[in-house]
């Protein structure tokens, strides 16, 4: 299930949070608002929870109508003749059920599970029985579920999981490599590429036969920073160590895939021609927060070299007596962004391009709180603090965060388009070169431009296809509306542009291929638009048959209210009035008034103003519920709370007296009443159902399960 990772993370909450606020208004209305809303806030399988909605844990199960009869294998239930074996729900409900993939499970947890799974086939089964899984809109809504999942679960799977995964572990090495670049750019002829390649080819053998690597990137690369100065990054073509993701792919992949002490062959990236030698490998270091003083020198003249002596002492003094790192570096640093923050200069990770004698420096201290200097680094003399160390999460929790950066990097779009090629040469294209240079030599480009976006082409010229991905042709009309929404680089003439349009059109129509086909190809997206189903035909069927059916039998929710009298019942209750208002000063005038006047003239001062805005809502309140209402409990009847601020507003509680214990009026208790007798409903339809479709279960065959866990 990996490629459903971040799809599905949260979904667990999602479900606590669903049975609490949505379930109610799902048993209580058939509105389809409740149900659009419910998509809205749908994350795959959780929307399955309803299915066990008479139960403490809702869960849904399907299984494999077509699958081959496993006779010989324990079987744990029977449903209309079709045998479920043990297999099918360990499966089912390592899915859908256990809460740790390492957690044993008892007998009476599996025999619950086995309960609701019997419960949610009947329900189902039931449902196509009745043709429901014919509606229109029911499909409608799945098509509409499936459009909106299937692109971004194929690209988690094929484009971001993979990368994740590889910078992931990527991040976890680090590679100390140079390296020596030779500068070509895409606009270059043949000729000066081919030249460039030679020249570096030269500069290789070079280093083969046993050149030092690091002159001749000072004396031949050019990349700029080879002439640095000694230390800084670049310097000879060193670029220290680096893990995933800090590099461009091609030479982040050759740094990886080349051993220790040993030199890459040519590649090439956007920047030119480049070899590389690894110099060594190690684990990652943890980020770190670090801290730092700085002096920066002044000109080196004999007076100005003794002030930067000094300023250096009197640092080290205070330090090694003992003083706050934090309260040095304000009173003595000369970097001015980080001095008023006590020197932090943030959490840093190993490869984040530092100096490489302040990165050995800060990454050799031992314990969090400890400092060294003094430090040379090209930008001054430094001491430096390990304050607090960061190491990196597992992948499940970096995942979302290396996905976002994976996302804004060449390689996300280098990978969807790999995908595409492969899709592309599996199912093969073709397409009308005849056509199209007979496009190319009638028409000059803005013409061609004009023709394919103004035209409207009859039947006859567009029948006969202009290009095709496997047996998906492409007419005519339907590739003039998507060339006119292309955008090619300019310096096309007429043909490269076609044939430019051609190619970004295959790729989008390639990824269309894999959607359409997720199902054939991808066993866990199939399994999650199957529960998407049967849970969509499970909520049309328990609208239909129970939840609806008890909202509207009015004769039997005044039988089931009647059998239950006894169950509706208000307490002693003290009726509270709240008095709200945006002002504080007309509230508190008004509170002022009820405590000098009583409430009947104070609420006729307020009628007789038109200028007050005063608003009033009644409630009950039989306890203390640790709510703003508990005040009103301690005043007497008749007797109204000072004004408190609340929701933006101003309120007080007025105590109205009690009234004492009653009966509710079925209008009363009708939520409640409504709430029993959809279980009973419930309870009636799966006893029925059971009886029609030959249920026979067998819990004790779950004790197998159980061993299994306990090891045995």
């Not at 013409?447 to 007419?475: C, H, Q, T, Y």
């Not at 005044?558 to 209750?573: F, G, K, M, T």
């Amino acid at each position: 299930m990996e490629p459903l990772r971040s799809l599905v993370r949260g979904c667990a909450a999602f479900k606590d949070t669903f049975l609490a606020s949505y379930l109610p208004e799902f048993k209580r209305h058939s509105k389809g608002m409740y149900l659009q809303r419910f998509l809205s806030l749908l994350l795959f399988t959780s929307f399955l929870v309803i299915a066990g909605c008479t139960s403490s844990s809702p869960t849904v199960i399907i299984v494999d109508e077509n699958a081959e009869d496993a006779s010989d294998k324990p079987v744990v239930a029977v449903i209309d003749g079709l045998n479920i074996t043990l297999d099918d729900f360990k499966a089912h409900y390592d899915r859908n059920g256990r809460t740790s993939a390492t957690q044993a499970q008892d007998l009476a947890e599996y025999q619950d599970f086995l309960t609701r799974f019997v419960d949610f086939r009947l329900k189902v089964l039931q449902a196509r029985k009745e043709g429901l899984d014919q509606d229109p809109t029911l499909q409608e809504e799945i098509d509409q579920y499936r459009l909106q999942l299937a692109r971004p679960y194929l690209f988690e799977r094929e484009i971001f999981e993979p990368l994740v995964r590889e910078m992931y572990d990527r991040r976890l090495e680090a590679v100390d490599a140079s390296h020596i670049l030779i500068t070509v750019s895409k606009t270059d002829s043949p000729e000066d590429t081919l030249n460039a390649w030679t020249q570096l080819s030269a500069v290789r053998d070079s280093v083969v036969a046993g050149a030092d690597f690091g002159l001749m990137a000072a004396r031949f690369s050019q990349d700029p920073s080879a002439a640095g100065s000694p230390g800084s990054p670049g310097y000879q073509g060193q670029l220290g160590f680096f893990g995933g993701g800090r590099m461009v792919e091609e030479f982040e992949d050759m740094a990886f895939n080349t051993e220790v002490g040993q030199t890459s062959e040519i590649f090439r990236t956007d920047f030119g021609y480049h070899i590389l030698h690894v110099s060594g490998r190690k684990p990652m270091p943890a980020d770190r927060a670090l801290a730092h003083i700085m002096i920066r020198p002044a000109a080196n003249t004999p007076a100005e070299q003794a002030d930067t002596e000094q300023r250096l002492g009197a640092v080290l003094a205070r330090l090694e007596a003992g003083e706050v790192f934090g309260e040095v570096a304000r009173a003595l640093s000369d970097d001015q962004n980080s001095a008023p923050q006590g020197g932090a200069i943030g959490t840093l990770a190993f490869d984040a391009g530092l100096p490489f004698t302040f990165r050995d420096a800060a990454f050799a201290i031992e314990q969090p709180g400890d400092w060294t200097g003094p430090v040379q680094t090209p930008f001054g003399i430094h001491f430096i603090q390990f304050v607090d160390e960061t190491p990196l999460a597992s992948f499940e929790e970096e995942y979302d965060r290396l996905k976002t950066r994976i996302s804004q990097m060449p390689r996300a779009q280098k990978a969807e388009k790999e995908f595409a090629a492969n899709t592309r040469k599996e199912v093969g294209t073709w397409v009308d070169s005849t056509l199209v240079s007979e496009w190319a030599g009638e028409m000059a480009l803005d013409s061609l431009i004009r023709w394919l976006a103004l035209s409207d082409f009859e039947e006859s010229m567009d029948s006969k296809p202009v290009m095709r991905l496997g047996n998906r042709e492409i007419g005519l009309q339907e590739f003039a509306e998507y060339f006119r929404t292309s955008i090619v680089s300019s310096g096309f003439n007429v043909e490269d542009r076609v044939f430019a349009v051609m190619d970004k059109y295959f790729d989008d129509l390639a990824i269309e291929w894999e959607i359409n086909r997720l199902e054939e190809r991808d066993v866990d997206f199939a399994t999650t638009m199957t529960d998407f189903r049967d849970g969509l035909l499970l909520f049309r069927f328990m609208e239909q048959m129970v939840w609806n059916k008890a909202a509207q039998d009015s004769t039997g929710l005044l039988a089931h209210y009647e059998a239950n009298q006894d169950s509706y019942q208000y307490q002693d209750r003290t009726r509270v009035i709240s008095y709200s208002s945006r002002d504080e000063t007309v509230l508190r005038a008004f509170v002022d008034s009820v405590q000098e006047n009583g409430l009947v003239a104070a609420l006729e001062g307020v009628a007789s103003d038109s200028t007050i805005s005063l608003r009033a809502d009644t409630t009950w309140v039989t306890e203390p519920t640790g709510s703003l209402f508990d005040e009103v409990l301690t005043v007497e009847p008749g007797s109204i709370t000072d004004s408190k601020e609340f929701n933006q507003g101003w309120l007080a509680l007025y105590n109205d007296g009690i009234e004492a214990a009653r009966a509710m009026t079925l209008d009363e208790a009708r939520s409640q009443v409504v709430g029993e007798y959809q279980v009973v409903l419930e309870e009636k339809l799966i006893s029925d159902l059971r009886t029609a479709f030959g249920v026979e279960v067998y819990p004790s065959v779950l004790e197998l399960l159980v061993e299994i866990d306990s090891g045995l």
